[in-house]
């Protein structure tokens, strides 16, 4: 199991090349977040995040996920700082004995990444006027009922 | 003595990112009140509780927790991850 919080972009291929080597991974599934811009007007987004506790929060999710479907690998990179429109915020990759496991698990790890581990987004607009944090969604919360 | 440290609109509104608090508060609870009750920019950012996240020594925990043997208070919005 891996967890990185970095402000660096990360290789997508070479963060897989050794991933899920152990002989009883049947199954890997690989999510990446990247900055989307909905409105047309967005520039980028200032991540912020709280040191230490991140890696804490994130690593409890990942021993939860890897507990619960058997994992056989997992890692979990989120970067923080300016990142702007196409821009890869994070990823998740697990490992598992068949593809049910490995996809159930990435789901997981999202939905609690999203309202439980703790980072912020805020907007800022191409023309520098707009700058307004991303709202935490009750759909975000309701997500985590299903688990 | 605890640190307090504020993040995303928290930390913006009272215009600190951390500062060391002396006090006898005995729960998170306690500890918001003391601080409102300091100047209008706190009373503003703890003004809806609802819309607050708190976590002592890096644990998310409720509003009515104990501060004994605490190091440090974060208080934030909800969390956007992901």
Known sequence: MKIRVQSDDFDLAAELAGFGQAANTGATVTFTGLVRDDTGVLDHLEIEHYPGMCERAI???AEDAAERWSLTDCLV???YGKLHVGEQIM???TAGR??????EAAEYLMDYLKSRAPFWKKEISRDGTVAQWVSAKDSDEDALTRW | MIDVVYFAWVRERIGLPSEQIETTAETVMDLVTELKAREERYDLAFADLESLRVAVDQELVDF???LAGVREVAFFPPMTGG
Do not use: G, L, Q, T
């Not at chain 1, 068949?98 to 996809?103: C, D, I």
């Open chain 1, 77 to 79: 990179i989120h970067r």
């Open chain 2, 64 to 66: 009515d927790a104990p």
């Open chain 1, 59 to 61: 690593s409890k999710i």
């Open chain 1, 91 to 93: 990823m998740v990759a």
């Open chain 1, 98 to 103: 068949h593809r049910v496991e490995a996809f």
